[in-house]
């Protein structure tokens, strides 16, 4: 009477399920290894005190396909004008703003003083500097999870 061998097919299948199993898994671990040393390069270009540093934080995306840092959300700052999200404030230091309106007194015969010779404060630009230096992070890690891939698709997990 004919057989059917199916132990190899199995034995592909459970490595698939692992497969299923291991990856996201070593993904998530992956971003947030990455996300922590973007995060205390960004932190180290801003430089200063901490206060803007310690605005900033690592963010994975929602489905696991990419990891961020950006300023936290739902954190704001109080000034002598208001109060502010950090995001808005940190998007200023990034980008450059202008200053405010200048400053003019009640006395009409007087003239308007500005508050600095430039229009603007120029960027830092941190964000930027930071991701022109990303490409070479941690490659090794990317090789281990395509590796797991492709020995989870032979069958050898």
Not at 63 to 88: F, L, M, P
Not at 106 to 116: H, T, V
Not at 128 to 151: F, K, P, Y
Request: proline content about 4%.
């Amino acid at each position: 009477m004919p057989e059917l061998d199916t132990r190899d097919l199995d034995r592909l299948t459970k490595s698939w399920d692992k497969l299923l199993k291991q990856f996201p898994e070593q993904k998530a671990e992956v971003l947030r290894r990455a996300g922590d040393e973007i995060l205390a390069r960004v932190q180290a270009e801003i430089g200063g005190k901490g206060k803007v540093q310690g605005w900033q934080a690592a963010h994975i995306g929602s489905k696991g396909g990419y990891v961020a840092v950006r300023a936290k959300k739902d954190t704001y700052q109080k000034t002598k004008n208001g109060q502010y999200a950090v995001g808005y404030i940190t998007n200023a230091i990034e980008g450059g703003h202008r200053h405010g309106k200048r400053q003019s007194s009640s006395n009409p015969d007087s003239k308007p003083r500005p508050r600095a010779k430039t229009v603007a404060v120029p960027g830092r630009f941190f964000y930027a500097a930071v991701r022109n230096t990303l490409s070479g992070l941690d490659e090794s890690e990317a090789r281990q999870l395509m590796q797991t891939i492709i020995d989870g698709l032979e069958g050898q997990l």
